[in-house]
């Protein structure tokens, strides 16, 4: 008995699966935004541990500065998330002023084979990647706006 019903059940959870037709409905790009501002500032605060797991890094390593401009740009990101812009143009202005940072970042560290620089273009990707998403949300949000 307990089989068919449990049969029974799994045949109309199946059914109401199949049933939800149409577009998932996206999040708002102000939901899009946090989740991109929340995203960057974990990856952010993870590259301190990647410098504890670069067993070459030293007190006198000569891209320290590269450490303190993340900072800067975490900050930034930190300042976005406890006071978030209203109008899209405003984040994508205070996204790309903390993405360049991140961008001149990878350009000048010394050392490309670390698990540090590895850390640091992923979170460049990162950049690149989740403002479009937060553009494309609002253009879906506004059609017209295309």
Not at 46 to 58: E, F, P
Not at 71 to 99: Q, S, V
């Amino acid at each position: 008995m307990a089989t068919k019903r449990n049969t029974a059940r799994m045949a109309v959870t199946a059914k109401l699966c199949q049933k939800q037709t149409g577009p998932v409905a996206l999040p708002t790009w102000q939901q899009t935004m946090q989740t991109a501002l929340a995203y960057a500032q974990d990856s952010l605060e993870r590259l301190d541990d990647a410098i504890s797991s670069d067993l070459d890094w030293g007190d006198a390593d000569v891209d320290a500065d590269v450490c303190l401009a993340m900072e800067l740009a975490l900050e930034r990101i930190k300042r976005m998330r406890a006071k978030p812009p209203t109008e899209r143009g405003a984040f994508e202005l205070e996204w790309y002023a903390a993405a360049s940072v991140v961008n001149l970042s990878v350009r000048v560290f010394s050392r490309p084979d670390s698990f540090y620089f590895r850390s640091l273009e992923f979170v460049q990707k990162l950049f690149e990647v989740l403002a479009p998403a937060v553009e494309f949300v609002d253009l879906q949000e506004r059609p017209h706006a295309r």
